[in-house]
Nanobody, 127 residues
Framework: VQLQASGGGLVQAGGSLRLSCKTS????????SAWFRQAPGKDREFVAA???????????DYADSVKGRFTTSRESANSTVYLQMNSLKPEDTAVYYC??????????????????WGQGTQVTVSS
């Protein structure tokens, strides 16, 4: 399984970016896809996750710091997960990583829950 993240860049505060994470390999076995971020000198932190419920329904979870501003979605046809980021703030500046887990996960906001990671994409928000 490989994850390829893209879409990062430099944006002014209040702006928007959309990150993409293309998954190849055992995509039909993926139960949870997530986004984490890591700012310089800080631990990697949970941003959002989308988990499959049943055969075709999905449920999303968000960190409190991004609720109402970020939206994650999944397009099964091309095995891609998105993170739409609106109303960006300077404190959103970080390297953003996509992650994926095979099967069910009771906990989705922990780094240890995930089996596969993308390479990261830099998001910089200027004030």
């Amino acid at each position: 399984v490989q994850l390829q993240a893209s879409g990062g860049g430099l944006v002014q505060a209040g702006g928007s970016l959309r990150l993409s994470c293309k998954t190849s390999g055992r995509t039909s076995s993926m139960g949870v896809s997530a986004w984490f971020r890591q700012a310089p000198g800080k631990d990697r932190e949970f941003v959002a996750a989308i988990r499959r419920i049943g055969t075709s329904a999905y449920y999303a979870d968000y960190a409190d710091s991004v609720k109402g501003r970020f939206t994650t979605s999944r397009e099964s046809a091309n095995s891609t997960v998105y993170l739409q980021m609106n109303s960006l703030k300077p404190e959103d500046t970080a390297v953003y990583y996509c992650a994926a887990a095979l099967g069910f996960r009771a906990v989705v906001d922990a780094v240890a829950a995930y089996d596969y990671w993308g390479q990261g994409t830099q998001v910089t928000v200027s004030s």
